[in-house]
């Protein structure tokens, strides 16, 4: 196909139809209480993160801090640090060694100065690094840092960025104006939005503001760079390591890809985030000209605060007109954003509604607006503010109308304009099971919190401790698979026949590489325990890094077509003469067969007629021996039989698919999300008594892997919603919670009881009709708390996240 066709043809689609060799039935795909290959691991703590390497003779970098929210370096005096006892070096930016600019991570190659002059926001890595003995020392010697700054205005709200006088936040980058995305996808439109609203009963409007939150982990952004001789070896903690070995490579006159050792150790938390914010290498490259300076190993280290870099991507300002009729059907949306830093202002705000309603009438529009703060990035996920428009728009309607927001979910459910008649007969045409996903969420969610019983109209239900009761329910489509690609390849280890799954990435906790290792082992027809996959260290092969849910999407089909090749070279290998040269050979294991006649069952190489007849695949691949890995038997003296041997066995796989980001798949897998809440009036404290989630994901791989993603990304969505704030002093522009006390984050203690439920339609586009689920929950639950605290009071929070004060303030009582 061309690009962005649409095929009429199902055999285009990748769906269970279109595979021509499934799986007649699975063994480990789907089974519960898989072992964790990382499970003892991180349980004894003896898990290592790149935060704990220490090589002979390390050195530790730190960096100076831009105390002002827009500021540029006039002068710097480095010379009482440089002679602090324990210091090594002081980089500085104006060093000649330096490039102007350099690519330092992101998306796609960047051009950043290594060392600004110039701050953006406060707490900006500028100016100087100090290179010392310990990480103490280097803080103790950039606090002698004398430096003379022109500080320069600054604005920190979007909404105030937008003034005509308002000072301009980065006029490098932006001279025009704070307003900077004009014309770069920032509009999505469906139907005549006059007609919609022409057509609806009532027409209302509402505001909605999301604070800034942002992507703070256990593990501190760091690395190592240590040479080895000219060759670098480096330690990241990345999500896209890939994308680590291509920057380096462009770096200190340029290095051969071949001859850079990387390592990507487990990941004390990685939601986006660092991974995705420019200058996220800028470490990096400074730690590698102070490693070739000094001839030792360097670690770059941002302290607590540093990690407070940058934000979500939906902080801003939400203006919401709505057309809808008594019945609950929505006749037009148009939704406004005024959000602020994005990077990547280009996924909308009203696209849900497109994506998966049959809202005939839709027009968003993102204005991004650069302030002194941080980048805001995507961090679980880019989907949050469509995520949080659908939602608000949703509950809003509803309520408007009194009716069960479970109704109006169901009376709008579609795609593109249409109807669920028309959905159902598209899923049909492209190969997929008739199955209705929403309803069949929506019913799984209801009965496990009780909805039936337990929803009434707002502010009506107070209970007997006093507080005030509340539901809440929302929706969208599943995440389906983005643009990726991927590369794994699997080989047969000599002597005992395990497979062993190679390709570098990140681990990001979330049993994927199990999950993988199930795949490979139903497709393989081997034991679970014969199949392993540790994707710490560079072995030329890059699987697609945890991004958009799209993991097992697209490394899925990569190793399920490696798995598939293998299979087929094991059974040809299986039914022809081994050890062949052109001295001779030796008899196949399986005589008079063909490799169709075959198959492997428990890592047993066995003909299908005749079952008795058998080999284990580590007979067939024979030991390594006196004459190297692939012959066992030296041949001694004058007519000694020739050795016998078996050739490699490996295979690789790779996946290059579009999806979600494109326009020519529709969605059909669907997730449904309830939430019961108390609030007590008096304190105005929002208490999760229950959460239940609900995702379809086509079909299950790891089943505590995709419940693992439930239960993290309720808490995460539930500490969005009700704590999660980076608060500045509008004064002087200086973040005042940088750090985990001031700063909160849901905990165990936060959150009730979170019950989880999976439902597999199939009809997700992945393999075995799967599709993703991480970054859902956390990107749709955060919204959600305002409708349940909407349903307790009888009044509408729309301001996030909310926090007593602000429930007290709506009640008149501040």
Request: charged share 25%.
């Amino acid at each position: 196909m061309t690009q962005g066709e649409k095929s009429e043809d199902w055999r285009f689609q990748d769906n269970i139809r279109a595979d021509e060799h499934p799986l007649a039935a699975y063994r480990n795909i789907g089974k519960r209480d898989i072992r964790r290959l990382d499970g003892f691991e991180k349980a004894s703590g003896r898990a290592t993160y790149t935060m704990d390497v220490q090589l002979p003779g390390m050195l530790y970098l730190r960096f100076l801090k831009s105390p002002h929210p827009h500021a540029k370096i006039q002068e710097m005096d480095t010379r009482l640090a440089e002679n602090y006892p324990g210091v090594r070096a002081v980089l500085r930016y104006d060093d000649p060694e330096l490039p102007e600019k350099a690519d330092l991570g992101g998306h796609a190659p960047s051009e950043l100065p290594v060392l600004p002059e110039i701050a953006h926001f406060e707490g900006e890595a500028v100016g100087a690094a100090v290179l010392a003995d310990t990480e103490a020392i280097a803080e103790e010697a950039l606090r002698l840092i004398d430096v003379e700054w022109e500080i320069r205005p600054f604005v920190l709200d979007p909404v105030a960025a937008l003034d005509p006088g308002a000072p301009l936040a980065n006029p490098e980058a932006f001279p025009d104006g704070n307003y900077y995305n004009r014309g770069m996808l920032d509009e999505e439109t469906l139907g005549d939005m006059e007609k919609g609203f022409r057509a609806a009963d009532e027409t209302f409007e509402f505001q909605s503001e999301r604070r800034l939150h942002t992507w703070i982990g256990p593990e501190r952004p760091c690395g190592v760079f240590h040479w080895n001789g000219e060759y670098p070896e480096v330690w990241v903690k990345q999500q896209r390591p890939h994308i680590c070995k291509r920057v380096i490579s462009s770096w200190f006159g340029g290095i051969p890809m071949n001859r850079i050792e990387l390592h990507c150790l487990y990941q004390g938390a990685s939601f986006g985030g660092w991974s995705q914010a420019p200058w996220n290498m800028g470490g990096h490259y400074c730690a590698g000209l102070l490693a070739r300076r000094t001839g030792r190993p360097v670690k770059w280290i941002f302290d607590r605060r540093e990690d407070f870099h940058g934000g979500e991507m939906d902080e801003g300002l939400y203006k919401f007109k709505v057309g809808a009729k008594k019945d609950g059907t929505i006749t037009a949306v148009k939704v406004e954003a005024i959000l602020c830093n994005l990077l990547f202002p280009v996924f909308g705000v009203a696209k849900h509604f497109i994506e998966n309603t049959k809202i005939p009438n839709v027009h968003g529009k993102i204005i991004a607006v650069q302030t002194n703060k941080g980048p805001n990035v995507p961090t679980r996920c880019e989907q949050n503010p469509n995520c949080h428009a659908l939602t608000l728009v949703f509950d809003h309607v509803a309520n408007a109308f009194g009716l069960d927001p479970v109704e109006v979910a169901l009376k709008n459910d579609g795609a593109d304009g249409h109807d669920m008649i028309w959905l159902n007969g598209q899923k049909k045409r492209l190969g997929f099971q008739v199955r209705d996903s929403l309803r069949e969420c929506i019913e799984k969610g209801k009965t496990a919190i009780d909805w039936d019983r337990k929803w009434h109209k707002p502010g009506t239900r107070r209970r007997q401790n006093g507080r005030m009761h509340g539901l809440g329910f929302t929706w969208t489509h599943e995440w389906e698979d983005s643009a990726g690609s991927s590369e794994m390849l699997i080989r047969i280890e000599r002597d005992d026949g395990t497979a062993r799954i190679l390709g570098m990435r990140c681990d990001n906790g979330v049993n994927a590489e199990t999950s993988y290792c199930q795949i490979a082992a139903d497709e393989l027809g081997m034991r679970l325990e014969d199949v392993f996959y540790r994707p710490h260290s560079d072995n030329g092969f890059f699987p697609m890094t945890p991004d958009s849910s799209t993991n097992m999407s697209v490394n899925g089909f990569a190793i399920r077509n490696a798995a598939r090749k293998l299979k087929r070279k094991i059974l040809e290998e299986a039914a022809r003469p081994s050890g062949r040269t052109p001295r001779g050979h030796y008899p196949p294991a399986f005589s008079n067969v063909t490799p169709e006649e075959l198959d492997i069952q428990e890592s047993v190489i066995f003909i299908k007629a005749d079952p008795s007849r058998r080999m284990p695949i580590s007979e067939l691949v024979q030991p390594m021996g006196a004459e190297g890995p692939m012959c066992h038997t030296p041949e001694m003296g004058k007519g000694a039989p020739k050795s016998n041997f078996s050739v490699p066995l490996f295979a690789c796989g790779w996946q290059v698919q579009q999806g979600a980001y494109s326009d020519y798949r529709l969605r059909f897998c669907r997730q449904a999300h309830f939430m019961e809440v108390e609030v007590d009036t008096e304190t105005g404290q929002v208490i999760v008594i229950k959460m239940v989630n609900v995702n379809d994901v086509g079909k299950v791989i790891n089943w505590e892997g995709c419940e693992g993603q439930q239960y993290g990304g309720s808490y995460m969505g539930a500490g969005r919603g009700l704590f999660e704030e980076v608060v500045h002093d509008p004064a002087t522009g200086v973040m005042l919670n940088g750090n985990l006390l001031d700063y909160k984050f849901a905990t165990m203690n936060d959150v009730g009881h979170i019950t989880t439920r999976l439902v597999e339609t199939g009809m997700g586009y992945g393999p075995y009709g799967l599709v993703g689920i991480g970054e859902d929950i956390a990107s749709v639950v955060p919204a959600l708390l305002g409708p349940a605290v909407y349903n307790a009071l009888d009044v509408w929070i729309d301001d996030f996240p909310i926090t007593p004060q602000k429930v007290l303030k709506a009640l008149g009582k501040l």
